[in-house]
């Protein structure tokens, strides 16, 4: 579930750390600069606001926002990274042709990890669904 600015302000100091603009702006950023963008591009769309962040203040921010639970990172076959502020339960839809992610939201994947549980007697320490192919764009 993507988090209000409260709920930001609220992880962090429950976590330890300061809501510091930047890392409000770094959190508005991961938000809207589009579907599971990298660092680079949540550096790309934050700087336009505020061109004295550095790439490296955004990266440690993102590894951050993982650590507390405010984002997903996401690691790829073509060894990018990306961060998903979509924390609640949900499935990758992913576009072997052009990398595009799309989150697609189902309640259900709880009882499916649930299942999987009791079946073999793992415990989940995490989740991540994905289904690859082409998207519509592509195909077209």
């Not at 576009?95 to 309640?107: I, L």
Request: proline content about 4%; aromatic content about 8%.
């Amino acid at each position: 579930m993507l988090a209000s600015r409260p709920d930001i302000v609220e992880a962090l100091r429950t976590n330890g750390y300061r809501a510091t603009p930047q890392r409000i702006a770094i959190c508005d950023a991961l938000w809207e600069a589009g579907s599971h963008p990298t660092v680079a591009e949540v550096h790309e769309y934050v700087a336009k606001r505020d061109p004295t962040i550095s790439l490296a203040t955004v990266y440690k921010t993102l590894q951050l926002f993982a650590k507390i639970g405010l984002a997903t990172e996401m690691g790829f076959r073509d060894e990018s990274t990306r961060y998903d502020p979509e924390t609640g339960p949900h499935i990758h839809v992913i576009c072997r042709n052009c990398g595009r992610v799309e989150d697609y939201g189902w309640e259900g994947l709880d009882d499916i990890v649930r299942a999987v549980e009791e079946k073999t007697g793992f415990k989940t320490l995490g989740k991540r669904f994905e289904l690859y192919g082409i998207c519509k764009r592509c195909r077209e």
